[in-house]
């Protein structure tokens, strides 16, 4: 191993020793608690038999499935071996997963029973992958979880450095194809320390793991849980019902939040009059109603921040009440600079693009040296995201470069493009934009706006569901307006940012 790096791995094995027996992983599902120590000696049984089935540094590990137990000892498996891991969003259609795949190539593939059906109408297509094994216990057609754990996890030590890529993290699509964004062990390693600085996470605090594995989010909250030595209580599926009485029974500390998360968590609360007064921090985006309101019930603090996957999450964080609207002030480890087109850094009160540098920035997009070598010019990654500094040095983030235009319902990223992509493939329509719009539930909410062609007629609710069977469900629009015409620019192409002014309410 190298004198001066430092591994997920290396911290898995400093936890064994530093909290031993205290419990780092309860699993609602099946009621499963395990220890650090016996946390690390799963993880070396698991690294063990990944080895003994043929899996090298390096290679890729495709993960499908809702999170469990076995999903974290696989991240830790592969910081053991030097493999990358390669989690699949079970939100997407067939055709999106098996691009991802095809991109990443992985060499195994870990599938829960309950996507084992999709995964077999893609097998003729997923030249790279040689087995396929059950996420779970008995869990399925596939080859046995446990048969990998059928050894004294004597696995071959493997060097590894701290900037070795741990995980590809497919994001939206930018010109119709989604990218994999690489994270090192120190990508990760930053942001939990990041975390556990500003949140003063200690062995004490309780982490409801409610964001998916496959979620940058929900990834960096888990191992950041874990590297402070608190409890992680993991759900494979968001219920509020559940999860408030999870944080009563289990005094629940910390959660990351997305909308509508803590909102359904309030309503419950009120509903049952449980004890929710455990949980003082909350990260995340929500409504400034929400976030006030869950204040307000628990006394805790909600820190607002601005990220993305290619941040490995934060880039800047603080405390709501510092300076409601805001995304906060930029990490301790971390270098933001808002520029102009020409990458000039802009005064205060100035918008421009964000741009940052720091050991929390991925190591690029998987095959795209091309797409690395534009993002990563003059020394700093540019995100496609503007914002603005005020006099002190709070961010605020004003939304995307034009052609990055995003829209994030729930957390989640979609581009515009790929949504009018599909929605151009129905017969009916002529032309569309899709564009984001304010949303009760989801904060942000996707709308078309369509001209159909001549003579024809089209249901909303047809065309939704037309976009929902061909991507995955989450992309397509909540909203849809059909209009007789639309605006034109002077080459004639659509007036985007009329067509936003005219038609940017929620109304169908």
């Known amino acids: 191993m190298a004198l001066y790096d430092f ?41 063990c038999g990944l080895q003994e089935a043929g899996i090298q540094k390096t290679d890729r590990i495709a993960v499908l499935g809702k999170n469990s137990l076995e999903y974290f000892l696989l991240y830790g498996a592969a910081a053991a071996t030097g493999t990358i891991v390669l989690p699949i969003n079970w939100r997407l259609s067939a055709d999106e997963v098996c691009f991802n795949l095809n991109d990443c190539e992985p060499t ?37 979880f446990e048969s990998l754990m059928d050894n ?32 090192s062990h120190g990508n990760l390693l930053c942001a939990n320390m990041h975390l556990n600085y500003n949140l003063n996470m200690t062995p004490e605090d309780v982490h409801l793991n409610l964001l998916p594995l496959f979620h940058t989010a929900g990834l960096f909250t888990a191992t950041g849980s874990f590297q402070a030595g608190a409890l992680n209580i993991n759900m494979s599926k968001f219920e509020p019902e559940k999860a408030v009485e999870l944080i009563c029974d289990k005094k629940v500390t910390v959660l990351f939040d997305f909308a509508p998360i803590l909102s359904s968590i309030l309503e419950q609360h009120e509903k049952t009059g449980k004890n929710i007064k455990t949980l003082k921090k909350i990260l995340g985006i929500d409504t400034p109603e929400t976030i006030e309101k869950y204040q307000k019930t628990t006394g805790g603090i909600f820190y607002c ?31 933001v600079r808002v520029v102009d087109n020409y990458d000039n850094p802009l005064p205060t009160g100035q918008t421009g693009e964000i741009t940052l540098k720091g050991p929390m920035v991925f190591k690029g997009y998987w095959n795209l040296p091309k797409v690395n070598e534009h993002i990563f010019r003059e020394g700093c990654h540019h995100t496609g995201d503007r914002g603005r500094f005020d006099e002190e040095g709070f961010l605020w983030y004003m939304g995307r470069t034009p052609d990055k235009e995003l829209i994030k319902p729930g957390g989640e990223n979609v581009y515009p493009y790929e949504v ?31 001209l159909l062609k001549k003579g024809k007629t089209l249901d909303q609710q047809d065309l939704i569901s037309f976009v929902g069977n061909r991507i995955a469900s989450y992309k397509k629009p909540q909203y849809v307006e059909f209009v007789s015409d639309l605006p034109l620019l002077e080459d004639g192409s659509l007036d985007r940012a009329k067509i936003k002014e005219l038609y940017g309410g929620m109304r169908e």
């Open 7 to 47: 591994t997920i791995y290396d911290l898995i094995s400093r936890n064994a020793v530093c909290f031993g027996d205290r419990p780092a992983w309860f699993e609602v599902d099946d009621n499963r608690t395990l220890t650090f120590a016996r946390y690390k000696e799963s993880v070396d049984r698991l690294a």
């Open 108 to 144: 195994v593939f870990f599938v829960d029973k309950e996507y084992q059906e999709l995964v077999e109408g893609l097998k003729d297509s997923l030249h790279s992958v040689k087995k396929y094994y059950n996420l779970k216990p008995g869990g399925g057609g596939f080859l046995d």
């Open 152 to 183: 004294q996890g004597d696995f071959k030590q493997v060097d590894i450095s701290s900037d070795d890529g741990l995980v590809i993290i497919h994001t939206a699509a930018v010109g119709g194809r989604p990218r994999g964004a690489l994270l």
């Open 305 to 335: 921040l601005y990220g993305q996957t290619e941040t490995s999450c934060l880039a800047t964080l603080g405390p709501y009440n510092d300076r409601p609207g805001s995304a906060g002030k930029m990490l301790e480890l971390t270098v």
């Open 420 to 450: 009018e992509k599909v929605i151009l493939q129905h017969l009916d329509v002529e032309k569309v934009i899709v564009f984001g719009v304010p949303d009760p539930k989801w904060k942000e909410g996707i709308k078309a706006v369509c």
